[in-house]
């Protein structure tokens, strides 16, 4: 196999706060390829968003990177000048946010917001900026663009305006998209849509996506790999029709279980008992074991259980399978 | 470009058909065009001194004079032109120290607001040190060392009322970079100054104005305080404060000597105070939703 294009290694990011470390990240490895969608699944407070934004090195105040390496390129991001950093920010590595809404200025029209990326980077005068702007509008799928660009964010629907987040982020010919829920605002139809716009503009630009999502269902079309997160550690990774046809963890399957289903007769909707939490001075075991169902004698007594090849493919974080 | 001007006539309409709006409009452009035209509007000098000619009444009441629309004081200057030449006074003081005291509390509060942590603490106790000072008191002590006239009063006006808009604008500030278009800008290699000049400003531009026309109203009265103890502008330029605490001698035989500038500052507050709502109600778009106009 070729050199991945994004390299996460034993990834931690630690909060310190009053009462004591949050660990939320802990140890998380994660190789993209060129060209490939990961997606990166898990709930609320799993820490995947910690993960995408530490890619950028965009990390909440309060938050530290303990250790590990990001390395892109050859290059350890978490190593490299504020300066040089700010070359690859929306050049190399750009992001989609969750809400079109607050990720697009309101005081702005939609023409300056898209032009300051490409005059950044691309050191476009202000016409050549506009042309391609509009063409970049053009193929998004953005009705009349020359006129919609005069447009303000508030002027525009919900999936015109994640298009127009879509768009400058591609704006740059990035080698990497950081997409954080990038469609958990919109409604469903258009979640479709923009889903298929991102595969299409993943494919034709040879572009690597990094998916982070709660919705197993959009992995499901979109992703080549998936990788499962839990308060902070990847439980199981695979790829994505391996993982579908063959769950391992106890929190994949979990998961698996709490989509609504029509075809199997349900009284109530099923869900995973108890609540993550916050991994606050934790225990070192595995994470899910208060929640977890399948849970074995030893599991409450043994210390942090380590990747494990279920097949060369499929990597699952459990003693079940040792 | 149909659709441009078409946009602009709707948006002139909705400041229009806003009554505050107008109404606080008309009283800033009145104010701002006695302060600018009084030497050639104003009928006398507004110093000169007739001995046999005072405590005129106003033109319409018996023994009124037509030369002196609004009556004369105690020493016969003629009041109406005291007035327009106060308003100067007036102005100069709303903006100039509106200005200034926008320019050092926005500047401070940007920082505050944006960097947090040390600075933040720096600036925000430095404001809560300082507001802890009643401000009339304050001003009062400023005016006593730096002496009397016009610059001195805005500069002391200044230093009283950043404070202000660095405590109200910092919280707005607070409040917008946490939302995610910032990230976004990060996201896209905007480095901090930028930032803070071109995404975070702008968004604080509504509030500001509403600020700024509370603020003008704040400094008429401040001056007008100042001056009524005299530690305002000097004796031989006419204000408004200075005409209320010499009528306030004659309130029970020439009542025009004190009512008529204390009109002038209260329609004065009054319509900065309505300009700023009315502008707050047509520049915020919740509002808007709400069906008001």
């Known amino acids: ?322 | 470009m149909a659709d441009k001007k078409k946009a602009r006539l709707v948006q002139a309409r909705r400041f229009l058909s806003n009554g505050k709006f107008v109404f606080g409009g008309i009283v800033l452009l009145l104010l701002v065009f006695t302060s600018v035209t009084a030497p050639y509007i104003a009928p006398h000098d507004p110093n000169e001194q007739d001995i046999t000619a005072t405590k005129i009444p106003p033109f319409w009441m018996e023994g009124g004079d037509a030369s002196h629309l609004l009556g004369t004081d105690s020493l016969g200057r003629d009041v109406f032109s005291r007035l327009l030449y106060g308003s100067r006074v007036a102005m100069f003081v709303a903006v100039v120290g509106t200005f200034f005291a926008g320019l050092i509390g926005v500047t401070l509060a940007l920082f505050a607001g944006f960097y947090r942590g040390a600075i933040d603490n720096l600036i925000s106790r430095f404001v809560d040190i300082w507001i802890s000072f009643p401000p009339i008191l304050l001003s009062i002590v400023l005016m006593a060392v730096l002496g009397t006239g016009l610059t001195k009063v805005a500069l002391a006006i200044i230093l009283v009322d950043w404070t202000r808009f660095c405590r109200v604008i910092r919280g707005e500030v607070f409040n917008i970079r946490e939302r995610d278009f910032i990230l976004a800008a990060r996201a896209i290699a905007l480095g901090n100054l930028r930032i803070i000049v071109k995404e975070v400003f702008p968004n604080i531009v509504p509030l500001l104005t509403v600020l700024v026309t509370l603020e003008m109203g704040i400094a008429i009265i401040v001056e007008a305080i100042l001056s009524f103890v005299g530690l305002s502008v000097e004796a031989s330029v006419p204000a408004w404060g200075q005409m209320i605490a010499l009528g306030r001698l004659y309130i029970h035989q020439a009542w025009w000597i004190m009512v008529f500038p204390m009109m002038c500052i209260i329609t004065s507050v009054l319509g900065l105070n309505l300009l700023g709502d009315g502008l707050r109600e047509v520049l915020d778009p919740r509002l808007k939703v709400l069906g008001m106009k």
């Open chain 1, 1 to 322: 196999m070729s050199d991945p294009l994004l390299s996460i290694e034993k990834l931690r990011i630690y909060f310190r706060l009053p009462r004591g470390t949050l660990k939320a990240v802990e140890g998380v490895s994660l190789d993209i390829s060129r060209g490939q969608i990961i997606g990166l699944v898990g709930e609320s407070g799993g820490g995947k968003s910690m993960v995408g934004l530490s890619v950028l090195r965009l990390i909440p105040e309060g938050g530290r990177i303990v250790s590990g390496k990001i390395v892109f390129e050859g290059k350890n991001l978490l190593s490299l000048s504020d300066y040089e950093m700010r070359h690859i920010r929306g050049s190399d590595i750009s992001m989609i946010l969750q809400d079109p809404l607050t990720s697009l200025n309101p005081a702005f029209r939609i023409k300056s917001q898209m032009l300051d990326v490409l005059r950044l980077h691309k050191g476009y005068d202000k016409k050549e900026a506009e042309l391609v702007a509009i063409e970049l509008l053009h193929n998004i799928g953005i009705p009349d663009p020359e006129k919609n660009i005069y447009k303000y964010p508030h002027q525009l629907s919900g999936g015109m305006r994640q298009r127009v987040v879509i768009a400058i982020a591609f704006s740059c010919n990035p080698k990497l998209i950081i997409a954080d829920e990038p469609t958990t605002a919109l409604d469903v139809t258009i979640q479709a849509q923009i889903l298929r716009l991102l595969k299409n503009l993943s494919e034709e630009y040879q572009t690597s996506v990094l998916f982070i999502t709660h919705d197993l269902g959009i992995v499901a079309n979109l992703c080549d790999r998936v990788a499962v997160i839990y308060a902070g550690e990847i439980v199981e990774a695979a790829h994505t029709r391996e993982l579908f046809l063959n769950p391992k963890h106890p929190y994949t399957r979990a998961l698996f279980r709490s989509i609504p289903r029509h075809d199997r007769k349900q009284e109530q909707f099923q869900s995973i008992e108890g609540m993550m939490g916050i991994p606050i001075d934790w225990p070192d075991r595995c994470k899910f074991y208060p929640r977890c169902t399948e849970k074995l004698d030893t599991c409450e007594h043994t210390e942090s259980v380590d990747f494990l090849a279920y097949s060369p493919d499929h990597l699952v974080r459990c003693l079940k399978y040792q």
